[in-house]
């Protein structure tokens, strides 16, 4: 695409088409299964979306489920526009120092994948990616808004990672996982993926459990010209929209052959009861830090008109909780080796 | 008791007896499933209390659940003491404006006692209460600790409630469950229950989903001898000590009245899996409300050193999301019935 297409307009045709490769990678993978079903939703403020979404039927009295690779899975992509109130842009300002100090309403546009796949095999991991961009203009002159144009750009951003959660580790898996991302961050800039992988291990954490959600990824917000409170202004890292936008693009397409290999080698692994049994309690910490403490969840949960089923998407089919559980406390066990590693983070790579 | 016995130590008489009381029904009304769990914990800064837990130890191996009553439950009795900061002081007296407006740190005491009830059949309904007392103080003076007594009460309140959560709605389960507190209110003034059930629906509430947990009941809080935000200074309702404190008692003895005759009509009730699917999406909202905006739940997730295990004591065993999902949205259905009544809730006595 030319170079001289906005940028919003390349994000949103980027992200379109990622969707339909990620889902297009499991639906291949699966062929038996039912496939994602795809669902256009229109944004009365402002904007439309398209989720896809992996479910299997309910089985009626107590039938086994279809014996698919996946259990739950969303894939959604959001391109919306609106206006910004005084206090939004405020409570903004604390995360994105990119923001100048407005008083008045200004119009946004934001546009985002975000996907979240649960397989059904306890030993195959949960992973989640997210990527998206986001705009705040001047109103448009009446010039600008007879050609279709928004407004003069007053910030922008861009903001994104991945992470995976598995049941039972696999140091094989984490380091693929890793070493993945890793290389897609690395070309654009040597300091990336260091920066991001300790963001992600901040920002994924459950504190009144005292643990990493997962094994990590990388997480990052704010990437922009401006400086960043994370990297020092020497640091080796992409500036410009064009060299962000190419970075975001690589990590973003790095998502399949980062996450894929792994589900293929544990989605048939024979597994028990009892490790089902784990993997739904670990199910239960992801609702609790999806409900409690994730930043994109509580925003929406508190948006008026936001697309709840869409934000809670991420939530797993089903979750367990437990009373004092004695899985993952009696040492030597698998599942004790991976509450070792959420509570010590590792260097993978 | 005599009346001359501090109201600190006739709260925690009271609830350690109604906890006996509660969990002794439940024991009895099934006598073949395992005992309640007793487990008695020590706070490191200060204080202890006892966990009172059901749980059916998990099938190895796809074997049916052994067919209890109960399906997951809690009942929960702290009696605890410390020093709350200034910070603390002044969150605490945007909810509790009967405290004054202190500079320094102050000794507090907190004893109260909590349940939740989750059943195992479809047809009978999850069930929640709460009662506690809370005292701030000065420090004590050499002669009041030399006598082990606490320093001189600078504020005091009772707080609690009940209400219930079905997934079927059965009016007769309803208007049972609110007649049987309301009577149980009556008895210390006519205002009560009219104000408590106003509460409990507006507390009790899911904003993002635009429907209440359950079909209430009562809830109150900073009740005391001060006038009140909810009540005008004429209104009918105790304001002493010892008033309230009978007050108090007679709505924690009406818990077992007012729910055991519903779980006891209601737990043979056959059921279909589909029900049972209903039911673990309707354990996915009461997740929601819990993690998302339940304040004790929230104010124990944030206090560092809470006891995690106890506070989430009342999350069920299993919850379900669906994307999207069709049940409660077809008209004419049991599951449209509840979604109804939840979305405007009604008078029932």
Redesign the interface.
């Known amino acids: 695409m030319a170079d001289d297409v906005p940028m919003r307009k390349r994000v949103e045709e980027y992200i379109h088409k990622l969707q339909d490769d990620i889902v297009g990678a499991f639906e291949k993978l699966d062929p038996n299964a039912p496939p994602f ?1 795809r ?1 256009s939703w229109i944004r009365p403020q402002g904007g439309a979306g398209r ?1 896809c ?1 992996f ?1 299997v039927p ?5 039938a086994p489920p279809p014996q698919t690779i996946l259990e ?1 899975a ?1 894939v959604n992509v959001s391109v919306v526009h609106g206006t910004l109130p005084p206090p939004a842009i405020k409570q903004m300002r604390a995360d994105h120092s990119s923001i100048p100090d407005i008083a008045n309403s200004v119009p946004f546009f934001a546009a985002g994948i975000s996907l979240v796949i649960h397989p059904r095999n306890p030993h195959a991991p949960t992973v989640h990616a997210n990527y998206r961009y986001f705009e705040i203009t001047q109103e448009p002159t009446e010039e600008e808004k007879a050609a279709g144009k928004p407004g003069e750009l007053i910030a922008w951003w861009f903001g994104g990672g991945g992470d995976l959660t598995p049941s039972y580790l696999y140091e094989e898996d984490a380091v693929h996982f890793h070493r993945t991302i890793k290389d897609a961050c690395d070309a654009h800039g040597a300091d990336l993926y260091p920066t991001f992988k300790k963001w992600c291990d901040e920002y994924f954490f459950i ?3 005292g643990e990493a959600r997962g094994i990590g990824g990388i997480f990052f917000d704010d990437l922009c010209e401006e400086s960043h409170k994370r990297f020092a202004d020497d640091a080796k890292r992409p500036k410009s929209p064009d060299d962000i936008f190419a970075f975001v693009k690589s990590a973003g397409d790095a998502f399949v052959p980062s996450y894929l290999p792994i589900l293929e080698r544990r989605c048939r692994t024979p597994s ?3 490790e089902r ?1 784990w993997q ?1 309690l670990r199910r ?1 910490r992801y ?2 830090f999806n ?2 403490y994730d930043r994109g969840t ?1 925003f929406g ?1 508190m948006t008026p008109g ?1 697309r ?2 869409s934000i ?2 991420s ?10 559980s004695e899985l993952g406390t009696e040492a030597e066990t698998r599942e004790a080796q991976l509450t070792e590693v959420l509570k010590t983070p590792r260097a993978w790579v």
Do not use: C, N, Q
């Not at 309910?58 to 107590?62: A, L």
């Not at 939530?315 to 004092?324: F, H, S």
């Open positions: 079903k669902d989720s979404v479910a309910f089985s009626p009295e107590g739950k969303g504190p009144h459990r028990t009861e009892a049994r739904l239960g609702v609790e409900l409690v509580k949960l936001a709840i089923e809670l998407m939530l797993p089919e089903t979750a367990r909780w437990e009373y004092m």
